[in-house]
């Protein structure tokens, strides 16, 4: 469903390997990252964004 709604790649938040998906598809990292799941990922969040990125 999401693809068809245009997403291009999709994840699970209870994967425990999402942190090493996301930093494959994005070695470089994310220029913007928004965590609405209110799980305690705090450390994978702060590991995932780009030189000069964001984590509103």
Do not use: V, W
Not at 1 to 7: D, E, H, I, S, W
Request: proline letters at 5%; one cysteine or more; aromatic letters at 6%.
């Amino acid at each position: 469903m999401l693809r068809r709604l245009g997403a291009r790649e999709c994840f699970s938040y209870a994967d425990k390997a999402l942190g090493s998906q996301l930093r494959t598809l994005r070695p470089d990292g994310f220029d913007h990252i928004i965590d609405t799941s209110g799980n305690n990922a705090l450390q994978d969040n702060l590991d995932l964004p780009a030189r000069h990125g964001a984590l509103p």
